[in-house]
């Protein structure tokens, strides 16, 4: 059986694409070192992944900012305030685009669905001028195949590409971008032409918008788009990708229908119904694209259960028609646990980051094919027991806390005028109170000085020291500019989630699980493994010290809970 991945993180195992970004950015290297540090990364994944005995291995999810960015790029999409006059797309319309320049603002970015990465939103209208402007999805292509890789190019979907888009400033907001899906199919015609001709056999375009609910007419919209790209299509396989949730039935019966299409992926990880859909049905002679390894977690897949997942959708689709494969791009999860030196042994036993992950999926397409890894599959079925039965996960105390909790632990006893009056009693507030959101900007200095503390080469008195100074500069900055309800703002916080998961037991953190959430930024999302709970009190040490320094009230800022478990990786023994 073949395996398949979606895509993989870009940052490199110890975020070598984030150092050379932002040297290049301050100018300490030039375009060519990035390249070459591109490049090594590209090169090594795909390496990585032929060497795991991966079939079909994703080339142009690569990105030195952002995927959507680059398919903007592609079709030469460019906000006319870039003054970008034609050919090929460089290093400087591109990042002024995701950066802004000296005199011009950066396009605006929003989250990518419901992930903690951001993609920068396409600007256009009803006189965008579109046309071949990069060529980067034909240049990794060839790039993989000198190394030997012959590989899957991705391409976003043009039809996900413009209901993500938004109309330009200066354009009637009624203005819909999918009314230019005939003006982007030209573009793709030259993209898959290019393609086919440097030798590649398959092309995936990732629509994940297809889980959206969507209107009948952005659904004729994939209709029409695959019509009419269907005799360009011919003579390579083509997969459409869709991730991060179920596909609505009717949208489900609308792309299996798809002209010009060889095979579906499905994320049957988050999408649970999906998997009854294919029962229901799907179209012979057609692929599918199992996602059942979770791309956005770091939990080892339980190998079990997905063979007999995949031994079901054997029995539907044919053993020569089922391709293993990632829930979605592993862009979202961690890259390396080699290289998780100061987990326990235990905890990481149940993990696995994204290089991981690329094992598994070979380990589950060859066990369908009777050439099972036995001492792989008994060691993910150990962890997966030891998981299940560890003490650690459970705390008895928490549970019977949280069985104990009544309907009416949910509502507060006062009502919000009572709460108000009490307020205005104590604080006696003007009628429009200023006040600020709670961080200050974490200079270098702070960092050095975090750094420092937790590497012991400074004393706990020395750091406490450091961050009140900052704290009692934050709170005469304040006075001074005569802010009603103050903040300490929040110096000592290396992440508003990070570090409220090291407060709490029931987290593990790793050293290197860095995710992207935007160009060369990236998080470290904490790993919740147990029931939670708070040994301590958290916060207060710092809000009273900041307290005591003024008479004006301070204010303090807890990250609520769900954005905490919105931006950890959670359990996935419990439901969602
Ligand atoms: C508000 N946002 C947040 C989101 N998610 C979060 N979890 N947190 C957020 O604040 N999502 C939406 C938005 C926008 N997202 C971001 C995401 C990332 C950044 C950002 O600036 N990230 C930094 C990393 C910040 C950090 O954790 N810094 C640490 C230091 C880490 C470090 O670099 N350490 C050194 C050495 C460590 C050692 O020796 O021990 C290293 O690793 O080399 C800190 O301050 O302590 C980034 O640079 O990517 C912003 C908004
Ligand atoms: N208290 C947090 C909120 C971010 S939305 C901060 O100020 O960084």
Known sequence: MASHIVGYPRMGPKRELKFALESFWDKKSGAEDLQMVAANLRSSIWKQMASAGIKYIPSNTFSCYDQVLDTTAMLGAVPPRYNWTGGEIGFDTYFSMARGNASLPAMEMTKWFDTNYHFIVPELGPETKFSYASHKAVTEYKEAKELGVDTVPVLVGPVSYLLLSKPAKGVDKSFSPLSLLGKVLPVYKEVVAELKAAGASWIQFDEPTLVKDLDSHQLQAFTQAYTELESSLSGVNVLIETYFADLPAETYKTVTALKGVTGFGFDLVRGSKTLDLIKGGF??????????????????????????????????????????????????????????????????????????????????????????????????????????????????????????????????????????????????????????????PQTMDLRRVRREYKAKKISEDEYVKAIKEEISKVVKLQEDLDIDVLVHGEPERNDMVEYFGEQLSGFAFSANGWVQSYGSRCVKPPIIYGDVSRPKAMTVFWSSMAQSMTSRPMKGMLTGPVTILNWSFVRNDQPR
């Open 283 to 440: 179209p012979s002679g057609k692929y599918l694209f199992a996602g059942v390894v979770d791309g956005r977690n770091i939990w080892a897949n339980d190998l079990a259960a997905s063979v007999s997942t995949l031994q079901a959708l054997e029995g539907i689709v044919g053993k020569d028609k089922l391709v293993v494969s990632t829930s979605c791009s592993l862009l979202h999860t961690a890259v390396d646990l080699v290289n998780e030196t100061k987990l326990d042994d235990e905890i990481k036993s149940w993990l696995a980051f994204a290089a991981q992950k690329i094992v598994e999926v070979n380990a589950l397409a060859k066990a369908l094919v009777g050439q099972k890894d036995e001492a792989f599959f008994s060691a993910n079925a150990a962890a997966q027991a030891s998981r299940k039965s560890s003490p650690r996960v459970t705390n008895e105390a928490v549970q019977k806390a949280a069985s104990a909790l009544q309907g009416s632990d949910h509502r507060r006893a006062t009502n919000v005028s009572a709460r108000l009056d009490a307020q205005q009693k104590k604080l006696n507030l003007p009628i429009l109170p200023t006040t600020t959101i709670g961080s200050f």
